[in-house]
T-cell receptor
Framework: GIQVEQSPPDLILQEGANSTLRCNFS?????LQWFHQNPWGQLINLFY???GTKQNGRLSATTVATERYSLLYISSSQTTDSGVYFC???????????FGTGTRLQVTL | DSGVTQTPKHLITATGQRVTLRCSPR?????VYWYQQSLDQGLQFLIQ???????AKGNILERFSAQQFPDLHSELNLSSLELGDSALYFC????????????FGPGTRLTVT
């Protein structure tokens, strides 16, 4: 099956810093989602992005499906951005999401 | 709030027991998915239902079963529970069958003692 790897696995930032999280996948995908899992365990939808670039406030995402990667940019990070960020992909005709390994982000004051 | 509801939020039970987790999808969504998040396996797809019918199976144990009812809510039944079944169980919903955006519920945290 498809492999989805995220980097870096862990990231510590000071409040106000910017960061880029990467998601690499081993096969072609139909679509891709980014999620934020907050410290309470909730999975929050960030982006649904098969290709191109989308922006939502301080966050933006870019997917280059032909090169099998997606990037999540976080600018001016805040402590509420802490948690784990997952990318997840759809492959073939399957509806299931295959999740990446996650990036654990800690934003400190 | 994603619009997907799950009950209960927490469940503590003993080995060998059986539990039922419940999920109500977002209004208008026909697909329901179940995922398991454990420390060693990460987030894994278990099973999908679409408009009452099973459509896809993932790494779901034979001791686990699910169904989707005519009102589109779904239940995940876990039986003969083992310590290793302790995990966070998520339900997600989407409008259609393939590649539609999925929205996740708050999860049910199951602890097997």
């Amino acid at each position: 099956g498809i492999q989805v790897e995220q980097s870096p696995p862990d990231l510590i930032l000071q409040e106000g810093a910017n960061s880029t999280l990467r998601c690499n996948f081993s096969d072609s995908v139909n679509n891709l989602q980014w999620f934020h899992q907050n410290p309470w365990g909730q999975l929050i939808n960030l982006f649904y992005i098969p290709s191109g670039t989308k922006q939502n406030g301080r966050l933006s995402a870019t997917t280059v499906a032909t090169e099998r990667y997606s990037l999540l940019y976080i600018s001016s990070s805040q402590t509420t951005d802490s948690g784990v960020y997952f990318c997840a992909v759809y492959t073939g005709t399957a509806s299931k999401l295959t999740f990446g390994t996650g990036t654990r982000l800690q934003v400190t004051l | 709030d994603s619009g997907v509801t799950q009950t209960p939020k927490h469940l503590i039970t003993a080995t060998g027991q059986r539990v039922t987790l419940r999920c109500s999808p977002r209004s208008g969504d026909l697909s329901v998915y179940w995922y398991q998040q454990s420390l060693d396996q990460g987030l894994q797809f278990l099973i999908q239902y679409y408009n009452g019918e099973e459509r896809a199976k993932g790494n779901i144990l034979e001791r686990f079963s699910a169904q989707q009812f005519p009102d589109l809510h779904s239940e995940l039944n876990l039986s003969s529970l083992e310590l290793g079944d302790s995990a966070l169980y998520f339900c997600a919903s989407s409008y259609g069958l393939a590649s539609y955006e999925q929205y996740f519920g708050p999860g049910t945290r199951l602890t097997v003692t």
